[in-house]
């Protein structure tokens, strides 16, 4: 993932093996939380554009939920830095409508911390 004007890009290095589905949009966070990036196929499936999700808080914003108060994955998987594979999870796109959605939570194991989300659409 790299900026289109500026060439910028992340780095994630998996622990292990991973193969998104070909409709998974993927997702950068730092480590409270906040979007810095998206891919392509984040609009495709929110319909948000990546200048309408900077800054924003990942759960909040795309409308994440189908957990239990406590047991927010993203933060879960920030704050003990664990993986969190499979969530079973509703976003709510830009238009209002609830989505039904897999997410992967991938933590940052460097000094700037940092998240990886991949989010995938299920039926």
């Given at each position: 993932?790299?900026?289109?004007?500026?060439?910028?890009?992340?780095?994630?290095?998996?622990?292990?093996?991973?193969?998104?589905?070909?409709?998974t949009?993927?997702?950068?966070?730092?480590?409270?939380?906040?979007?810095?990036?998206?891919?392509?196929?984040?609009?495709?499936?929110?319909?948000?554009?990546?200048?309408?999700?900077?800054?924003?808080?990942?759960?909040?914003?795309?409308?994440?939920?189908?957990?239990?108060g406590?047991?927010?994955p993203a933060a879960?998987?920030?704050?003990?830095?664990?993986?969190?594979?499979?969530?079973?999870m509703?976003?709510?796109?830009?238009?209002?409508?609830q989505?039904?959605?897999t997410?992967?939570?991938?933590p940052?194991?460097?000094?700037?911390?940092g998240?990886?989300v991949?989010?995938?659409?299920?039926s």
């Amino acid at each position: 993932m790299a900026c289109d004007r500026c060439g910028f890009g992340f780095l994630f290095e998996l622990m292990d093996d991973y193969y998104p589905a070909p409709n998974t949009g993927f997702v950068v966070c730092d480590k409270g939380g906040r979007i810095l990036a998206s891919g392509r196929g984040v609009f495709e499936l929110s319909g948000y554009r990546e200048q309408e999700l900077l800054g924003a808080d990942l759960v909040q914003r795309l409308g994440l939920g189908g957990f239990e108060g406590a047991q927010n994955p993203a933060a879960l998987s920030l704050e003990w830095g664990v993986r969190r594979l499979g969530e079973k999870m509703e976003m709510r796109t830009r238009a209002g409508q609830q989505k039904p959605v897999t997410a992967d939570f991938f933590p940052a194991y460097d000094d700037d911390g940092g998240l990886l989300v991949a989010i995938t659409p299920r039926s």
